[in-house]
T-cell receptor, first 117, second 119 residues
């Protein structure tokens, strides 16, 4: 079964550094997402991406965050200047488009655990 | 606004006994509801989904959930727990009010219930 893959599985970085989290969505999917889960808290929506542009973003997704689909397969999340509070598990997800298919599920990757020191 | 409440942060059952993981939601309209499971060091895997068809939904690995509109509940059950069921389970809702029309949408997650299975 096709999977969403994320690399690296764990990233440690110093405060103020830039990090790029990478994702390869399922190949025939057209919608891409980033969610995050701070330890002990809920999984939160960050951003959705379709047709090479952001569709929606949450208030968490401020100017330090950006997303990109640099080629036909990768989908990246960049955090420009990391803060301690960015430490979390970041999940990439993708979904296929079938017109408006209500409840079309998201397929999630295994996540990247980001630790900011 | 939509929200999801998972009533238990941790549930412990003996192998072979029934599992009940509770979820209540609030939503402006008829929502779509999902249960996802996360095994240690793994991603979020879809267990089952409710999208206004049958109220009793069957999922993978013997799990099922019943949508009860009058109780605003979507509890997850399994008749007999297996050791491999030990994981964290998330109840998730999509509220059509938040649907942007562009085909993308936001999921609202519950805080999760950690299921332990005792041999």
């Amino acid at each position: 079964e096709p999977e969403v893959t994320q690399t690296p599985s764990h990233q440690v970085t110093q405060m103020g550094q830039e990090v790029i989290l990478r994702c390869v969505p399922i190949s025939n999917h057209l919608y891409f997402y980033w969610y995050r889960q701070i330890l002990g808290q809920k999984v939160e929506f960050l951003v959705s991406f379709y047709n090479n542009e952001i569709s929606e973003k949450s208030e968490i997704f401020d100017d330090q965050f950006s997303v990109e689909r640099p080629d036909g397969s990768n989908f990246t999340l960049k955090i420009r200047s990391t803060k301690l509070e960015d430490s979390a598990m970041y999940f990439c997800a993708s979904s296929e488009e079938q017109g408006f298919v209500w409840g079309s599920p998201l397929h999630f990757g295994n996540g990247t655990r980001l630790t900011v020191t | 606004a939509q929200s999801v409440t998972q009533l238990d942060s941790h549930v412990s059952v003996s192998e072979g006994t029934p599992v009940l993981l509770r979820c209540n939601y609030s939503s402006s309209y008829s929502p779509s509801l999902f249960w996802y499971v996360q095994h240690p060091n793994k991603g979020l895997q879809l267990l089952l989904k409710y999208t206004s068809a049958a109220t009793l939904v069957k999922g993978i690995n013997g799990f099922e959930a019943e949508f009860k509109k009058s109780e605003t509940s979507f509890h997850l059950t399994k008749p007999s727990a297996h050791m491999s069921d030990a994981a964290e389970y998330f109840c998730v809702v999509i509220d059509p009010v938040l649907y942007s029309g562009a085909g993308s949408y936001q999921l609202t997650f519950g805080k999760g219930t950690k299921l332990s299975v005792i041999p």
